[in-house]
Structures are given as structure tokens and as C-alpha cells.
């Protein structure tokens, strides 16, 4: 493991403010419990905050101007915000301040489309699935919805993920860090940031759970060639996340912490939605362009939210468009097994921000689980849970078993290989497709190429279905 100089839980405070609730220095299974100096009272269990006037005013503005998105406040509602000891606040202030002037900075706005053009590939498709249409209308007597494809499985990398990994790794570089930490799930984001790295000389530190690194072998030696380091973590992703943090707190003055999940404390999860809206403003374009309007729904996977704020951002002032995101479903709600968090989860705080989260009655977190590992925490967006709040989104969720149909549906009648995330949130159209008119437009944000789980695929459908 490799060697960090502060070896306590980055989220684990010297101050009054905040107390760990739980096993001390343990940022995997904490949760800030908040105190009030003035009166002097903890507040039991999880701490949810009342939101206040001004921010409610400020939420009305954003809402009416998402032109100019609110990120000094980094909430939506009462969810998001900086849970975090006074020593990360410095830092994070500098990150802040520093996102800001990227985009406000034009020489950074052009370098960053041509390395998306010319180094990512964007734009990326917008792929009308004929055969996957037919399947459905031909089960639902001849008739049934259009459904399009969001292909960013044909980024640099296999996924949407380096369309953030470049943009922070440039910011990175303008803030004169040397070197990058990270953490992955499948291994997808660590691919997209191992390869921004070596575009731009920075060195590169990427933490995985050790079980997904046997599964995902093949991206394991992916970012090994690309000149990471790889550092296996026990547990799954939101161990390997807490790793990167601890490290990165050890070498704060010299390192970047390069978040790929909108979630933990502002700007992190301002930053991912805002370099991942990408795909939702192109999606707009291609669809002007094919059909002559909008989408009438956008579908996408939910783990943490980068993908599905991805595809959602551009429409959420569009109320004639609809918002689903699909959460893992495991082995079932009833099982417990699952990481299907907006759908049972209770409201929290968890790596430094205020969400939606799993958690038993006494606010200790509940290990997720899923076949797609990058959709394997148990937490979600701060915005995601406001999206779900106001009611603005709509989330279901697919099972395991849900998610492997798809994933072989979709490789059959299209030639496609979707990822295990992508394929929760293909699964949701068997559910969907009955209740949309006739030639409605349907956006699936095949988030992430597949071909890294086939064998998973191929295991499961060998011993548990057929082919």
C-alpha cells in the first residue's frame, strides 16, 4: 500500500464542529454528526440540515438561469455542502476558486474541446437502435417508442468518464500539481484518468477495491501501461475512495485529488456535472438535428450520478422531457442486498457532503452491492437527491439478473457491448416501453463499453440462464 503522510480518515476532524460517529478514523463507515456551539446540543443519529431563505432564493435564481449555474453555495436544497475539517476547507476553497476561473478562462475552454474533439473523439454518436425499437413495438402490438442510443462507450477509454478526468486533469496542471490520485470502480474512470495523466506528464495514483481488480483485470494492466500506479484496497469502491482521500491529504501542497463521481464535499460534485453536461448538450444538438426537437425521456444508470447529471443537466429547465434514472437493484429491494439508494436510502452525510444514503437505524452505512461495480456506493449525488426531492427525476431500479438480460439483448439485436451500468438502466425499457406513446423519443445513455464485463456476463449466463 502505498506509504501517505496523514494516515487518519481524511474526513475525521480535530474540531468542535464536527464528531465521528462510529470507529475513530474510519472515513468508510463515518458519519458526521453535527454540533450546534451556540446552544450546545448533539444532534442524534444522521444531521439534516433546514434549508435557509437566502438559499432557497439562491435555488429559484439557478432554476431560472442554468446558464449561470450557482457553484459558490455547492447545495441543491439541503443537500450537498462542505462536511469537512477546517484543514480541507483551505483546500477545497482553492479548488473552488480555481474551477471558477477555468470557466470563465477561454484559453482553457478551447484547449479542453480540442483535446475532447481530437484526443476523447466527441462528439459521440447518437445511435438510433432500429432493432431494439422493432423488438419492443413488436411486443407491444406494432407500436412503442424510438429508442436512441447516447454512445459515449466510443470515448477514449471505453466511457464518458474522461470527459471530467481531462478537464480536472488540466486544472490540475494549471494549479502546478505534480501528480494525480484517484479511485475507480470498474476501472473505467481509472483508464480515463491514468490516460490524462500521460497526456499531460502529471503522475498518477489510482486506488480499486482488490475484488474488482481480479474481476477487471484486463483495465487493471489497461492502467498500468498507461504509467499508473495501481493500489488495491479492501472492501469495494467506497473503501478504495476513502484510500485516495487519506492520501491525498498526506500530500495536499504536491497532489490532486481527481474526483470522478459527483459526490463528496463542493466543488467535487459541481465540477464532475459540470464537465460531464457535455453529453446533454450535444444530445440536444443531435436530436434538433435527427427529428427536429427534444427528447421525451432521457434514461440513464445511477451509482453516484456523473453520467445521468451528464445526460439530465441540459433539460432540466425542459419540463416536457422526462428524467429517469435507474439504480441497481441487486438481488432484489427484499434481499437487502443492493445499491439502490434514492429508492430506500435515508438522508445523511457521508464523505464530506449531504445525500441520500444507506444506512441502518443507527446511521452506520450498509455495504451496497451490485453486478456492475461502478455502480457500488452507498451514497449519490447531492443534486441527485435534490432532482428526487422536488420530484424533477424519476428513479426505478433493475436487478442483477434484469441487468445480464439487457446486456445480452442489446449485443443480439444491436452488435452493441453495453457496460453493466449502462445495461440497469437498458433494463428499465422492458417496464417503460408500454407506457410511452407511439414514436416518442427515447435518449439511453450507454454509458460505459461492455466488453470488460463478458466474462462476468458470460459466467452468470452460463450457470444461472442460457444464451
Request: proline share 4%.
Amino acid at each position: 500500500m502505498m506509504t501517505c503522510k496523514l494516515q487518519l480518515g481524511a474526513f475525521a476532524s480535530s474540531s468542535n464542529h464536527y464528531r465521528q460517529q462510529g470507529a475513530p478514523n474510519k472515513v468508510s463507515s463515518c458519519l458526521m454528526v453535527a454540533t450546534d456551539d451556540h446552544q450546545d446540543t448533539k444532534l442524534a443519529k444522521t444531521y439534516v440540515p433546514t434549508i435557509k431563505p437566502l438559499l432557497e432564493k439562491e435555488l429559484q435564481e439557478r432554476n431560472n438561469n442554468t446558464d449561470a449555474p450557482i457553484i459558490n453555495s455547492g447545495k441543491f436544497g439541503r443537500f450537498g455542502g462542505k462536511f469537512v475539517p477546517e484543514t480541507l476547507v483551505v483546500c477545497l476553497s482553492q479548488l473552488e476558486a480555481e474551477f471558477n476561473k477555468a470557466l470563465h478562462d477561454e484559453s482553457f475552454k478551447a484547449e479542453l474541446a480540442e483535446s475532447l474533439k481530437d484526443f476523447a473523439g466527441r462528439e459521440t454518436p447518437l445511435y438510433y437502435a432500429r432493432r431494439l425499437s422493432e423488438y419492443y413495438k413488436m411486443n407491444n402490438n406494432g407500436k412503442g417508442p424510438d429508442i436512441y442510443l447516447k454512445r459515449e462507450d466510443l470515448n477514449h477509454g471505453g466511457s464518458h468518464k474522461m470527459n471530467n478526468a481531462l478537464a480536472q486533469a488540466m486544472i490540475a496542471k494549471r494549479m502546478g500539481r505534480k501528480s494525480v490520485v484517484t479511485a475507480t470502480a470498474a476501472g473505467q474512470h481509472g483508464i480515463a484518468t491514468a490516460a490524462a495523466c500521460a497526456k499531460l506528464g502529471l503522475e498518477c495514483t489510482v486506488f480499486m477495491a482488490a475484488k474488482e481488480m481480479e474481476k477487471e483485470s484486463s483495465n487493471v494492466q489497461l492502467m498500468k501501461l498507461l504509467g499508473a500506479k495501481v493500489e488495491g484496497v479492501n472492501g469495494s469502491f467506497k473503501d478504495a475512495a476513502s484510500e485516495a482521500f487519506r492520501c491525498w491529504v498526506g500530500e495536499m501542497e504536491n497532489s490532486y485529488h481527481l474526483t470522478g463521481s459527483a459526490v463528496g464535499p463542493h466543488p467535487c460534485p459541481t465540477m464532475v456535472r459540470e464537465f460531464q453536461s457535455v453529453i446533454g448538450r450535444e444530445t440536444r444538438k443531435q436530436a434538433l438535428e435527427k427529428w427536429g426537437g427534444k427528447p421525451d425521456v432521457l434514461v440513464a444508470c445511477v451509482g453516484t450520478g456523473s453520467n445521468a447529471l451528464g445526460l439530465f443537466h441540459e433539460f432540466l429547465q425542459d419540463k416536457d422531457v422526462r428524467l429517469i434514472g435507474v439504480e441497481a437493484g441487486g438481488c432484489g429491494l427484499e434481499s437487502g442486498r443492493h445499491s439502490s439508494t434514492l429508492a430506500t436510502g435515508e438522508v445523511g452525510v457521508y464523505h464530506g457532503a449531504l445525500s441520500y444514503l444507506l444506512q441502518d437505524q443507527d446511521g452506520q452505512i450498509i455495504g451496497p452491492h451490485s453486478i456492475a461495480p461502478g455502480m457500488e456506493y452507498p451514497g449519490v449525488s447531492p443534486e441527485l437527491s435534490y432532482l428526487k426531492e422536488t420530484g424533477r427525476a424519476e428513479f426505478c431500479v433493475a436487478t442483477d439478473q434484469e441487468a445480464l438480460d439487457a446486456y445480452e439483448r442489446l449485443c443480439k439485436l444491436e452488435g452493441i457491448f453495453p457496460s453493466l451500468e449502462a445495461a440497469h438502466a437498458l433494463a428499465s425499457l422492458d417496464n417503460l416501453v408500454p407506457t410511452l406513446c407511439d414514436g416518442s423519443k427515447v435518449v439511453v445513455n450507454c454509458s460505459g463499453c461492455g466488453d470488460k464485463d463478458a466474462a462476468v456476463v458470460f459466467d452468470r449466463k452460463l450457470f444461472h440462464g442460457k444464451f
